[in-house]
DNA sequence: CCGGGAGGGTGAAACGATTTAACGCAGGTT
DNA sequence: AACCTGCGTTAAATCGTTTCACCCTCCCGG
């Protein structure tokens, strides 16, 4: 209950404080009598480290920092976990921080995680100006964008080519023979929609279609609920597509479920293609076709790339990591033999 | 760029490091002109506080910790989004770790959190024998217990009735007439399974049917892939059940999904009820029937509970919170208009 | 017998804040 | 004139580690 120091430990292994300290982080340079002494003193008396102790000495912060859009969306929670995992496995703690897309929580995280002097931070910006980024910068944190393309060489950034991505999913749409395809689109301030839509008109374009078979839908966020509302929209219409891409699968599944529900078949009638290929992509009762990012993948490399620079802050070299997507074809938008096939 | 301390700002101002430490934490003491000074020095040299010392001299750190089964649960990410809240609200950070179900992982991240001296710790633990959580109180942190109920006086909780809420689910297909009820329950090690079921017995004594009426299909972990598993292992069988109620709703989801696809028609011939009514459960091709906990609501009370707890640690009361579930029915169980049939 | 490593330890300074006792000072009471 | 009383400020102690310069002892070669 009371709490036991270094300087307890070493009173009762009868060693001062500072070999204390040796075995714990050199145990090599003491010898194994004193050492297993010591190891001993430390089980009983149930010591543990006092990390603000030892960071205030030492400088090196054993935590790092992630701030997120939203936990809410299982894109970045699978980021968080790659995060967390690398992060564990070098003895960091993560310290979760959820901006909720406002600039203003973002701001009040930014300062918390700086007062706690974290190892480095990861952010999916809110702000495509970067400002909370630089004032980080400013202060000496190493800061690695997520998620958030940037050509800024003074910052490690990882991210995914949604451009390609955009377009393999328009070219495997019209490969498959749809001709009238809706992007269900977020607005466009958002960095990801407009990079998914401008490779979606790159696939069009070579293609050598016509432009018009590519129409966009904006919504105002990327969620479920902003998915139905586009699927209602498109089954008022007299003229539907025959295919409809969505930004991300959220967007999708909400479609996906009102377009059932309507009774129109997917994707006989209708196909549809998202975007993240989270879990519930799989899932979803018509499987849905995704363009797949390595999202653990992408957590995992920003919390090494954030570790690695703060380790070695002088040999580092800033980069710029773009993975390549990749479309996982499932039943939302296969082409099929037979246009009907009902349960009984 | 380099490192600015209290007393770089004490100099800049021409007062004490003492002053400038009042006007940062007792501003009301220090005349109104020596604070605008020390606060424009604060500004031009933008000045961070130091968590760590501070941490050290007074004692009372700035981060909980937050200990979840699966970040990947829309469940727990709901929860850590209510526990986020409070916390940033109240100043503190939140650190985040994901025990993965796994004891080992569990007890290194309780490790590291007691490394960091966090101000109170926030675990749904992954055995019932708390072994983790008792060494940490025996560090002398506060610990409150999520979503896992304990008759244990010197531990706060926070949890939802997971014997009424197996009660109400099952009590409710009953009312809609189904009569041979499959339970897809987790492993009989993790409370809410058990607690679960339990409530599903009392349902069917209650009505008091017999309790052949149901039955329990363990599978060993509460996510998709094991709710198509055992749908799969369902439809395999001769005696099909007409209604199947899943220990969460990403079991629901899998199960749902492998029904669907098999041609099984739900809820005509297979009837579906779901636990902790995701967002994705009413998003789902049918939507489904769940009950519903409070989750932003359980991360917010926990938080709360442990900021008191720390901050007054004397007349602290530790509390036993209990939330009552709520049934949703949406149309995954709704008995439809259509005459009684027996299986083949 | 002396100088000099090497191996194994020691002890105090330092990290950056908070906290507390003490102090100087102005004004008001006896 | 002596004595409080408050207020604003200061200086010093303190928190638990790490780090670094230094001290023993023992042993070896010259």
Redesign the pocket.
Same mark, same amino acid.
Do not use: M
């Given at each position: 209950m009371a709490?036991v *120091?270094? !300087?307890d430990v070493a009173t009762r292994a009868?060693?001062?404080?500072?070999?204390? *300290?040796?075995v714990?982080?050199r145990p090599e340079?003491?010898?194994p009598?004193? !050492?297993d002494r010591v190891m001993g003193a430390i089980e009983e008396l149930g010591?543990?480290?006092?990390d603000a102790?030892?960071q205030?000495?030492?400088g090196t912060p054993r935590a790092i920092g992630l701030v997120v859009l939203d936990v809410g969306n299982p894109f970045f929670t699978d980021v968080a976990r790659g995060v967390e995992d690398t992060a564990s496995e070098a003895g960091h703690a993560v310290i979760l921080c959820n901006s909720d897309e406002s600039a203003q929580r973002e701001a009040r995280h930014v300062e918390l995680l700086a007062e706690q002097r974290v190892h480095g931070v990861l952010i999916t910006p809110v702000d495509t100006d970067l400002a909370a980024v630089h004032r980080l910068r400013e202060r000496g944190m190493s800061v690695v964008l997520l998620d958030h393309p940037t050509t800024d060489p003074g910052l490690c950034a990882v991210a995914v080519d949604d451009r390609a991505g955009g377009e393999l999913a328009v070219t495997h749409l019209l490969a498959e023979g749809y001709e009238r395809i809706v992007m269900v689109n977020g607005p466009s301030r958002i960095h990801q929609a407009r990079q998914r839509h401008e490779g979606a008109v790159d696939a069009v374009r070579k293609a050598g279609r016509d432009e018009s078979v590519l129409e966009e839908l904006k919504v105002p966020a990327l969620n479920v609920v902003s998915g139905q509302r586009a699927a209602e929209q498109l089954l008022a219409r007299s003229a539907r597509p025959d295919a409809v891409f969505c930004a991300n699968d959220l967007l999708a599944l909400g479609v996906l479920q009102v377009l059932v529900r309507a009774g129109v078949r997917v994707p006989e009638d209708i196909a549809i293609v998202g975007y993240d290929d989270i879990d519930f992509a799989a899932a979803a009762a018509v499987p849905l076709t995704s363009v797949r990012q390595p999202r653990q993948l992408i957590g995992r490399t920003a919390a090494e790339l954030v570790i690695a620079e703060t380790m070695t802050p002088a040999e580092h070299e800033h980069k710029h990591v773009l993975f390549a997507p990749e479309l996982v074809v499932r039943e939302s938008s296969r082409r099929v033999q037979r246009p009907r096939r009902r349960a009984r």
């Open positions: 709490p *120091s270094i !300087r009868k060693v001062s404080v500072g070999t204390v *300290s040796n714990l982080n340079v003491v010898a009598a004193t !050492r010591f543990v480290r006092n102790a030892r205030l000495r030492s």
